[in-house]
């Protein structure tokens, strides 16, 4: 059951009820125009993934900016993005079961939907779908380019499935998946670097073996958050990936930024807001947002209004607030904002964002793909 909104348009930020996630407006919009101002420099596209944001309003704002569409990882996830009037889509993962891939095809009858492969079996399920509901699917082959997660070895067996894909009625040989997801979070640039240059390397590899057979690769697709300039000036890629900087989370932010400074390229817009429940020791207090309302697996959150404190020891819906080293005691009662370690695991524990502006209520936005797992 989705759960009515913790505040009203109009409320002061100190009557959310809570725990809620909270988007600071203003800073949110400069990044989705930062983006954009950087897509538009490389002269790429942007398909910004909305696995991060799972909400049709967060997608349809990127798309008024500039994005061509947004990626996703689920089945479930498409339909809610399409529904919210989104009408390019691209599920950048293998999806399995006569069930799932029906529903993938249904949705090509009324926008562009794309999927990524890689498995010849996978390829004519995808077929018989597609014939079967009578439209045309997009297949990218996905390439391992060193995140050692999904995807076919680079080269020849990349090439080779390619092939599959071009003689299968009801598909359209799109291109390649090349995302490096696990160099995202390497902290130091020139690591990072090297990361994506032995991705380049894996994509080069394959568009040969590609160019071989006579087959092209209109479009190389992936990068992140964390590596996007890389890919953009490889002269490789095509579109780029990048779904976390619209709220950047504690994780990002502990990258090292392109001059090997601090990664301040996009603000902090999203934060779980939590109330202090209860304050009977010194040197911290407890607060109503744990492992239900922040997801912890890439590190606990920061608190962003108590210089020095740290948030630690969460249990189901409880965290501790520690002051021992901070300017100043948490109080009873007050609202504190924190910032999540991982922000998508975070945002699929809610049903809406509550967004801010100027200490103001100013939007409620639906996040209807929470939970979408299928």
């Not at 910004?48 to 479930?76: M, N």
């Not at 006579?214 to 992140?224: E, H, L, M, S």
């Not at 009873?332 to 103001?360: A, M, S």
């Amino acid at each position: 059951m989705t759960q009515p909104p913790p505040a009203e348009i109009g409320d002061d930020i100190a009557d959310i009820d809570t725990p809620a996630l909270i988007v600071d407006l203003d800073a949110f919009e400069a990044n989705v125009a930062k983006m954009a101002e950087n897509v538009k420099e490389f002269g790429l596209r942007l398909r910004a993934h909305s696995k991060t944001h799972k909400c049709s309003e967060i997608a349809r704002r990127q798309v008024a900016a500039g994005a061509i569409g947004v990626c996703c990882q689920k089945v479930g996830e498409a339909e809610d993005m399409v529904a919210g009037g989104v009408q390019d889509v691209y599920v950048s993962n293998e999806v399995w079961g006569a069930k799932k891939l029906a529903r993938l095809a249904e949705l090509a009858k009324t926008a562009t939907i794309s999927i990524c492969v890689d498995d010849a079996q996978n390829v004519g399920d995808l077929g018989t779908a597609a014939r079967a509901a009578g439209v045309t699917l997009n297949v990218y082959v996905e390439i391992d380019v060193g995140a050692g997660r999904c995807g076919v070895n680079p080269g020849e067996d990349g090439a080779e499935l390619a092939a599959v894909v071009v003689a299968e009625e009801g598909l359209n040989f799109a291109g390649l998946q090349a995302y490096q997801g696990s160099a995202q979070h390497i902290r130091t640039i020139n690591e990072r670097g090297a990361a994506i240059g032995n991705a380049c390397d894996n994509v080069k590899l394959t568009l040969d073996a590609l160019a071989a057979r006579g087959i092209q690769a209109d479009t190389v697709t992936g990068a992140g958050t964390g590596s996007f300039r890389f890919e953009a000036n490889s002269g490789l890629y095509h579109e780029l990936q990048c779904g976390s900087y619209i709220f950047m989370d504690a994780d990002y932010a502990q990258n090292q930024g392109m001059d090997g400074g601090a990664f301040d390229e996009f603000r902090h817009s999203l934060y779980v807001l939590a109330t202090v429940m209860s304050a009977t020791k010194p040197g911290g207090g407890i607060v109503d947002a744990g492992h239900k309302a922040l997801g912890n697996d890439q590190g606990m959150p920061w608190v962003a209004d108590i210089p020095g404190a740290t948030y630690e020891r969460p249990s189901d819906d409880h965290g501790k607030i520690n002051t021992t080293e901070a300017a100043r005691e948490a109080v009873l009662g007050e609202k504190i904002r924190l910032i999540p370690g991982h922000c998508d695991p975070t945002v699929n524990l809610y049903d809406w964002y509550v967004v801010v502006q100027e200490g103001r209520v100013v939007d409620l936005w639906e996040i209807g793909a929470r939970g979408a797992t299928r």
